[in-house]
């Protein structure tokens, strides 16, 4: 319990240096994109949510389906930060 307790208070001292100008573990870009992609959901759901009667099927698929474009765009742009991030000058192993 206690090692757990640690580990997630290492995890907010991250987060919070992520915030600051201090070197962090965690990429700050990274962290400003999921805290976007999570309230651009909240705020999504909230509306089907309260707008669920007066929608059909289709407008439902229709915000699923940007959500899911949404969500493939940042795994694309991730992935993009990943090829840009690896070192050039060490050979890759075979």
């Not at 992609?37 to 669920?52: E, M, R």
Request: glycine content about 2%; hydrophobic content about 35%.
């Amino acid at each position: 319990m206690k090692k757990a307790y640690h580990r997630f208070l290492w995890h907010l001292k991250e987060i919070n240096k992520t915030l600051s100008n201090e070197p962090s573990y965690y990429s700050s870009k990274r962290f400003e994109r999921l805290a976007l992609f999570v309230s651009a959901n909240a705020i999504v759901d909230c509306y089907v949510w309260k707008h669920h009667n007066q929608m059909n099927t289709s407008d439902i698929l229709l915000v699923f389906g940007a959500k899911m474009l949404y969500a493939g765009f940042q795994v694309k742009q991730i992935q993009k930060e990943n090829k840009i991030e690896e070192p050039k000058d060490e050979p890759k192993p075979e």
